[in-house]
């Protein structure tokens, strides 16, 4: 076996691994062999080899080129010329290979994340369900709130669906799978235990719940919210920091939002009086992306066009905070 017949064996197991039968390896097995598959096939590529799996094609054409050379002989007499005689004939055969692209699992496949968009849309309507009183894991809270709203009316809840779903498309496009703690924005509830319940149930590898705030008009800006140890949470205290600090910086970077002048320090405020921190046993954070009560910062919030560069920035810190822990806990 050549060398280029055991690197494409490689790429071709590892693959398949992959692909038909994706619950034989851990996820963070899978994720490691889903970036490495690439890595694979381009080295493979530099190497002259050609690296196929059943999700790659390779063509090779054949063309012969025949030369003919002709070469006169001596002349036998001065004055009598012999008939030329054909030289040798040299044939060139040109293979070139055109290969389409190989088959590659994107960044994020095997991971969970958890998104949960804050409140929801019909939450006005049962006021006596959503003020039912919960244990947050330190205190009574009431189940959720109704959440804020801009000046002109246009909801929290909605805002917080928007971008869920817009982060859902982004993360899904990754590779991941997404978990949504609601899929409509017209229903009551789920209270604020369930909705870390949720992320907790599906074992997720990041959980993120979305809000903007309702503050003081004349405040502006986002902050990350993250877990105080209390005990159930104690384990993922330093991920979901490290959560938190990937996803102040790409909001930070990719929006146009300023980090809150009012809230947190320097974008950043623990909090240990919210059920969904308090709650979770997988890394997670709450982002208010803005104050709705503030003029400016509204006029940003209610833009579908700001939603979509909001769940951007999200879906690229969630990326960067995942690969990051994949790369150090094998």
């Known amino acids: 076996m050549t060398d280029c017949d055991l690197v494409q064996s490689v790429a071709v197991a590892t693959d398949s691994a992959l692909s038909d039968r994706p619950t034989v ?3 963070a097995w899978r994720s490691a062999l889903a970036l490495t598959i690439p890595l694979v096939v381009g080295v493979v590529s530099i190497s002259g080899c050609s690296a196929t799996s059943g999700h790659a094609h390779a063509t090779t054409v054949q063309s012969t080129t025949t030369t003919t050379t002709t070469t006169p002989t001596t002349p036998t007499t001065p004055t009598t010329p012999t008939t030329p005689t054909t030289g040798a004939t040299t044939t060139t055969t040109t293979t070139t290979t055109s290969e389409a692209a190989p ?20 939450n006005f309507s049962d006021p006596s369900y959503i003020g039912t009183l919960i244990w947050n894991g330190r205190e009574n809270e009431t189940c959720d709130t109704t959440g804020t709203a801009t000046a002109s009316g246009y909801t929290e809840a909605q805002f917080n669906f928007n971008v869920a779903q817009d982060l859902k498309t982004d993360l899904e496009a990754e590779g ?10 017209t229903g009551v509830g789920p209270c604020v235990t369930q909705r870390a319940a949720i992320g907790n149930n599906a074992h997720s590898d990041a959980a993120i719940s979305i809000h903007a705030d309702g503050g003081p008009a004349d405040g502006r800006g986002f902050a990350v919210l993250e877990p105080v140890a ?24 990719q929006t146009t939002m300023p980090i809150s002048t009012y809230d947190g320090t320097d974008g950043v405020a ?10 979770s046993t997988v ?15 509204a006029a940003l919030l ?15 810190g969630i990326t960067t905070f995942l690969l990051s822990r994949l790369l150090s806990h094998p």
Request: hydrophobic letters at 40%; proline letters at 6%; aromatic letters at 2%.
């Open 283 to 297: 890394p997670k954070v709450l982002i208010e992306c803005g104050n709705m009560r503030n003029a400016t910062d």
């Open 25 to 27: 390896l851990p996820r």
């Open 103 to 122: 088959h590659s699992l994107s960044a994020l496949h095997g991971m969970v994340v958890t998104i949960d968009p804050g409140h929801n849309g019909g």
């Open 302 to 316: 209610v833009s579908p066009a700001w939603q979509a560069q909001a769940a951007h920035a999200l879906s690229s």
């Open 176 to 185: 991941a799978s997404v978990v949504l703690t609601r899929t409509t924005n």
């Open 230 to 253: 209390d005990g159930v949470n104690d384990a993922i205290i330093t991920p979901s920091q490290e959560l938190g600090a990937d996803v102040r910086s790409s909001f930070l970077a």
């Open 270 to 279: 623990p909090r240990d009086d919210l059920a969904g921190l308090n709650l």
